[in-house]
T-cell receptor, first 114, second 113 residues
């Protein structure tokens, strides 16, 4: 049963430090999404890749966040420098064709910035 | 852009009762409406979806209805069980390769034995 994997599962860091989260999409999926989940805002889309090309990163704070897909098996989300307000659960999801198709979520990375 | 409103934010029912969660959307071009279930500490998972060419879809104890004119859609769970307790998210998107899902804020459903 293929699943999206994410590392690390939990991350505690000090304000100002760089944080890198990694995601391995399901083999054969060509869309990748990064979401941030908080109690107040729910699930917010940060970035959307299709065939490794970034299609939408309008939800991402550009000054400190960056998302890349170095290859089809790896997506990364980086925060530099991190701030306490970045504390949240970050989910990666992958899909087969487009945004209007089932998205398979990873287990999430719980980030705490002190 | 699309805006999805979801109500209620919390819902408590007794085991065996029905539960209904409602969502409204703003973009009349939206034509794909999935529902995701997220158990505590787990990942969201798709439980049912509907496209705008149908008005209702059923899968055992869950059903989704869509009213395109009024721009709202609902999730119905019958004969609720304690394992139905979770946060449920509705979402909407258009059928475009560039489109993404816009999620509602979620409904926490608690089913008491």
């Amino acid at each position: 049963d293929a699943r999206v994997t994410q590392t690390p599962r939990d991350k505690v860091t000090e304000m100002g430090q760089e944080v890198t989260m990694r995601c391995q999409p399901i083999l054969g999926h060509n869309t990748v999404f990064w979401y941030r989940q908080t109690m107040m805002q729910g699930l917010e889309l940060l970035a959307y890749f299709r065939n490794r090309a970034p299609l939408d990163d309008s939800g991402m704070p550009k000054d400190r966040f960056s998302a890349e897909m170095p290859d089809a098996t790896l997506a990364t989300l980086k925060i530099q420098p991190s701030e306490p307000r970045d504390s949240a659960v970050y989910f990666c999801a992958s899909g087969r064709t487009s945004g209007s198709d089932e998205q398979f979520f990873g287990p999430g990375t719980r980030l705490t910035v002190l | 852009g699309e805006n999805v409103e979801q109500h209620p934010s919390t819902l408590s029912v007794q085991e065996g009762d029905s539960a209904v969660i409602k969502c409204t959307y703003s973009d009349s071009a939206s034509n794909y409406f999935p529902w995701y279930k997220q158990e505590l500490g787990k990942r969201p998972q798709l439980i049912i979806d509907i496209r705008s060419n149908v008005g209702e879809k059923k899968d055992q104890r869950i059903a989704v209805t869509l009213n395109k004119t009024a721009k709202h859609f609902s999730l119905h769970i019958t004969e609720t069980q304690p394992e139905d307790s979770a946060v449920y998210f509705c979402a909407a998107s258009t059928d475009s390769g560039y489109s993404t899902l816009t999620f509602g804020k979620g409904t926490m459903l608690l089913v008491s034995p």
